[in-house]
């Protein structure tokens, strides 16, 4: 059965055990083209192992993962990635002893036949600087352009691996949790830069912080127990009554 050109990512009945524990059981998950989509749900429910498999971290004990209709179930994570898929926030390209100009210059080289000659002199590698700092503009980090990646707040360090990730210009981009350990300010600060980054391309994010998911998700898939609880947009899934036992209540208890 063909994929619909609608939606990007398609699981079909993916499962996964470990040594007989069924961590996730059948699901089928659909991810809408240029929209954000939301993974959630209490501890446990299978968040982690959900995305680490669609992410090719690990592979299904059973099923089918693909991506623009195409089967990529038994690709590595490099592959899917040269593919338009990338995960955020777990890439390589940032290196806290390069200034965040320098950084972003490393991502771009991806693009080039190039890649990753540090030995050539830094004119060799000036073409690349006008889009480097576009991408520094894009996720508000031109007062920062030539400080090193190790001196930045970490809201700000977030910024920089998410304008590394643009620098590969995926398709689709997949976040973890992208919100752990911020305060407030760059909460929404990192809220607006995924809002805007979005823009273009198509979003799946695991993340706990439930006004977050409620403020940017079109689409939000509660997970219990490895298996599909309920989906919808938010004011779907927060009047859900099985919802609200499972994950909000815990959530607000």
Request: aromatic residues 6%; charged residues 25%; proline residues 3%.
């Amino acid at each position: 059965m063909a994929m619909n050109d609608d939606y990007v990512i398609e699981t079909r009945d993916m499962s996964k055990s470990f040594r007989g524990f069924m961590a996730v059981t059948g699901v089928n998950l659909r991810v809408r083209r240029n929209t954000i989509h939301a993974l959630i749900g209490p501890n446990g429910a299978g968040k982690t192992t959900c995305f680490n498999l669609i992410t090719k971290f690990l592979q299904p004990s059973s099923g089918q993962i693909l991506l623009n209709g195409r089967d990529v179930t038994r690709l590595k994570p490099a592959q899917v990635a040269r593919r338009g898929m990338v995960r955020s926030f777990q890439i390589s390209s940032v290196f806290p002893h390069l200034t965040v100009l320098e950084n972003l210059r490393v991502a771009l080289q991806r693009k080039m036949n190039n890649s990753f000659h540090f030995w050539r002199s830094d004119r060799c590698l000036d073409q690349l600087n006008d889009r480097a700092r576009e991408l520094i503009a894009d996720v508000g980090l031109a007062e920062f352009e030539g400080a090193l990646a190790a001196e930045l707040p970490y809201g700000r360090k977030r910024g920089l691996e998410l304008a590394t990730t643009m620098a590969l210009e995926p398709e689709v981009m997949l976040l973890d949790e992208p919100m752990a350990g911020m305060g407030t300010e760059d909460i929404q600060r990192t809220a607006e830069l995924i809002r805007r980054v979005a823009q273009g391309r198509t979003v799946l994010m695991v993340e706990h912080n439930i006004n977050v998911v409620a403020d940017l998700s079109d689409t939000i898939t509660v997970l219990q127990r490895g298996e599909i609880l309920a989906e919808g947009s938010y004011a779907e899934i927060s009047s859900n009554r099985d919802v609200i036992t499972a994950y909000m209540g815990s959530e607000h208890e």
